[in-house]
């Protein structure tokens, strides 16, 4: 599974059960991110037994992208049965670290890490 | 006409003649039909103010997101979509100030000022910031959150004008973002 759009890429590694996330998503509505909250859900409803999003490459996020983050917990928190559900920042840049922490107040299930990568390597 | 109000400690970056300026007046329709153009703003301009402060290694990222939630924000408000938005960037020692303005609707004057108190009140910001952000997860509609997550991610001190300034005949929607560079 991939999404390659004019800024930003989405992938989903079957063997690490992980959505990598490279480039700058700044949409200009939620209406926009909708075609990202499918993926994401996609993603979460294949057979493995977790998800991990992983944001480490992920350059910017406008506030519509990370409400639209919020929606996809808010829409998988309650499911029965659940399922796990980890999400990698970077732990250099700022807005991950703060917007990301926060998650955990609406489903403290959550598991949030923090990772560099290296200088070079970086989008 | 509405009175202009200022609400919170307004310095106007505009009347400061001494003061290194980085600055910019673009229709709002230019972004509105090439959207990416926020960004790409954002990152020249921050890039601009990097330079200046390279002992904080992520500052160019940092004041790229607060850059874009404000011009996201002015183009979302400028009525009608045909005027100039105007925006600046200014470094005062440890602090960088943006401005940004833009011209609205009359009817947008009240609920802006109002949105502006409660913005400029700590304990509104605190106590509201998740409730705001949940509620933005649960709704598909516009998020509201950019002003409110530019405070709580990176203390932001935010400051307003709003209405008509005296002589004028528009109705104009100010905001002054200060931020301390530690923060960033």
Redesign the interface.
């Known amino acids: 599974m991939r999404m390659d759009e004019?800024?930003f890429q989405a992938s989903y590694d079957e063997d690490s059960m992980t959505v990598s996330f490279s480039g700058?998503m700044?949409?200009?509505?939620?209406?926009e991110f909708d075609k990202v909250n499918k993926f994401i859900h996609e993603a979460y409803d294949l057979e493995a037994p977790e998800l991990i999003l992983d944001y480490t490459r992920l350059?910017?996020m406008?506030?519509?992208g990370?409400?639209t983050?919020?929606?996809f917990?808010?829409d998988i928190k309650d499911d029965s049965p659940g399922k796990p559900l980890t999400i990698i920042g970077n732990e250099?840049?700022?807005?991950q670290r703060?917007?990301f922490e926060?998650l955990k107040?609406?489903w403290d299930k959550l598991t949030i890490r923090f990772e560099r990568i290296n200088e070079g390597s970086a989008t | 006409m509405p009175e202009e109000l200022k609400i919170g400690d307004y310095t106007d970056l505009d009347a400061d003649a001494k003061a290194v300026k980085l600055s910019f007046s673009l229709q709002a329709l230019e972004v509105v039909t090439i959207w990416s153009r926020c960004g790409l703003i954002a990152n020249f301009a921050s890039s601009y103010m990097a330079v200046a402060n390279q002992s904080k290694k992520n500052i160019a990222n940092s004041l790229s997101f607060i850059l874009n939630e404000l011009i996201e924000n002015a183009v979302k408000y400028t009525d009608p979509k045909e005027s100039v938005l105007h925006f600046a960037l200014s470094q005062q020692e440890k602090n960088i100030i943006i401005s940004v303005t833009n011209p609205i609707s009359k009817g947008q004057v009240g609920p802006l000022q109002e949105m502006a108190r409660n913005l400029i009140d700590p304990e509104y910001v605190n106590t509201r910031y998740i409730d705001i952000l949940m509620a933005s997860g649960k709704s598909s509609e516009k998020s509201g959150i950019g002003l409110l997550t530019i405070i709580n991610y990176y203390q932001a001190a935010l400051s307003f004008r709003i209405g008509t300034s005296p002589g004028g005949s528009v109705d104009r929607y100010s905001i002054e973002a200060k931020l301390n560079v530690e923060e960033l």
């Open positions: 004019e800024n700058s700044r949409m200009n509505n939620l209406g350059e910017f406008n506030s519509a990370i409400s983050l919020c929606k917990i808010f250099d840049i700022l807005w703060k917007s926060n107040k609406i």
